[in-house]
């Protein structure tokens, strides 16, 4: 596609459920990095992959958190028992190479657990 | 450790006016890429600029540029004769390894008012 798609745009989810957020990137981009960002604050590192290889997960802040990307394209961030703080809006960005060459990112899922 | 701080939390001028946002880091790295994103109220990030620290030239594009300064870990960014579509939050990026996960500061909101 033209540009990263992200799906829902929001979502609430009541306290314990489940919820998966879908990241399509842009088409033949190599990288894949997910990031929270809370009310006010700037986007924070989750998860990065290389192509269908998650090579860096050290900012999932919990097991409750996974992330995919089985066939190296499309990428689901699955939060499962939302808890409160989770509320944040989600980024997925991607990048043709590393992302040291920047990266571009979708409008983000907005994610409220009550 | 790898750190940025973007002190200015808000920043309201009014159509025309030059304003600087500042952004000062921290980095172990001895060379190193620092960037600059756009979050308009839409909410996806735009890559405004990626700037290598070897090239401490400023830069210009338009209406906008940048002033890197290493020697005093700052990389900061003017808007001239500032526009009401230029009210955005402004995010200044280093990446935490060469993976290309990016540490954001806490962003700057511009405001510009007609």
């Known amino acids: 596609g033209a540009g990263v798609s992200q799906s829902p745009r929001y979502k609430v989810a009541k306290r314990g459920q489940d919820v998966a957020l879908r990241c399509d990137p842009i088409?033949?981009?190599?990288?894949l990095f997910w990031y929270q960002q809370a009310l006010g604050q700037g986007p924070e590192f989750l998860t990065y992959f290389q192509n269908e290889a998650q090579l860096d997960k050290s900012g999932l802040p919990s097991d409750r958190f996974f992330a995919e990307r089985p066939e190296g394209s499309v990428s689901t961030l699955k939060i499962q028992r939302t808890q409160q703080e989770d509320s944040a809006v989600y980024l997925c960005?991607?990048?043709?190479?590393?992302?040291?060459?920047?990266?571009?990112f979708g409008s983000g899922t907005r994610l409220t657990v009550v | 450790a790898q750190k940025v701080t973007q002190a200015q939390t808000e920043i309201s001028v009014v159509e025309k006016e030059d304003v600087t946002l500042d952004c000062v880091y921290e980095t172990r790295d001895t060379t190193y890429y620092l960037f600059w994103y756009k979050q308009p109220p839409s909410g996806e990030l735009v890559f405004l600029i990626r700037r290598n620290s070897f090239d401490e030239q400023n830069e210009i594009s338009g209406r906008y540029s940048w002033n890197f300064q290493k020697s005093t870990s700052s990389f900061n960014f003017t808007i001239t004769a500032s526009q009401v579509v230029d009210s955005a939050v402004y995010f200044c990026?280093?990446?935490?390894?060469?993976?290309?996960?990016?540490?954001f500061g806490q962003g700057t909101e511009l405001s510009v008012k007609p």
């Open positions: 990026a280093l990446p935490f390894d060469q993976g290309g996960k990016l540490i």
């Open positions: 088409s033949g981009h190599v990288s």
């Open positions: 960005a991607s990048s043709p190479g590393g992302g040291l060459y920047g990266y571009t």
